[in-house]
């Protein structure tokens, strides 16, 4: 990932930074301005989305990248060419005349903090420059995958030049504890993830606060108050 750097809070193990699922994650946009934000799935494939609302699966059949739409499976006539991690570039798009997208540079901070004596696994999302901008901690749903791979929010944020903060879960990708349902357990890590946040965002965060998705619109009340 572009602009990768490296935060810690305390003695704890940092997490890998180099899996190679991860490295095509990212925003990327087009000479025309449109936006793509790109994330991998659980089924070992990516979906692509749209700034306008399109997305699309991708699965790697014969050799080549085949795009479906939306959730339905059925295919969309993209063609799609992810190049390699290596590459900052990708291209996507109808029939023969796929769009060139660049990669945006995303400064990405990973870090490792405590909640409750466990350590929880984060990544801080800084837009490009050194202006001040908004920062989201994103608080996930009731799913028990892991967040720093698979969820499109914090990079759609920071598309939008809103810093985001995401982390995983209890239980889940690289963080430690035991997965749970518990709404207060979940608040207080929440209200950890916000510390760890902030004091990595310094003079970068404008403002701070929380964005929860499914059951994290429970939980990000609680978290806030």
């Not at 494939?45 to 050799?63: F, I, K, P, V």
């Not at 420059?129 to 967040?147: C, I, K, N, R, T």
């Amino acid at each position: 990932m572009a602009g990768l750097a490296e935060g810690v809070a305390g003695p704890v193990a940092m997490r890998p930074v180099d899996d190679a699922r991860e490295c095509r994650s990212g925003v990327y946009r087009a000479a025309g301005g449109e936006t793509l934000v790109l994330t991998p799935t659980t089924n070992d494939g990516y979906r692509w989305r749209m700034s306008d609302g399109r997305t699309g699966a991708l699965q790697r059949e014969d050799g080549q990248w085949r795009s479906t739409l939306g959730w339905t499976g059925e295919p969309d006539g993209f063609t799609v060419d992810l190049a390699n991690c290596a590459n900052d570039a990708l291209r996507l798009g109808p029939g023969g005349t796929p769009v060139s997208f660049a990669r945006v540079q995303v400064q990405a901070v990973e870090t490792s903090f405590e909640s409750d004596g466990i350590v929880l696994a984060g990544r801080l999302l800084l837009p490009a420059g050194d202006q001040a901008a908004p920062l989201a901690v994103f608080v996930h749903g009731s799913g028990d995958y892991s967040s720093l791979e698979y969820e499109a929010y914090p990079w759609a944020l920071a598309a939008q030049d809103v810093a985001a903060f995401i982390y995983d879960k209890r239980g889940t990708g690289a963080s430690q504890g035991e997965y749970t349902q518990d709404f207060h357990v979940l608040a207080a890590d929440a209200r950890a993830a916000l510390g760890e946040a902030r004091r990595l965002a310094g003079a970068r965060a404008s403002s701070a606060g929380f964005l929860g998705i499914s059951q994290g619109g429970w939980v990000a009340p609680l978290a806030a108050s």
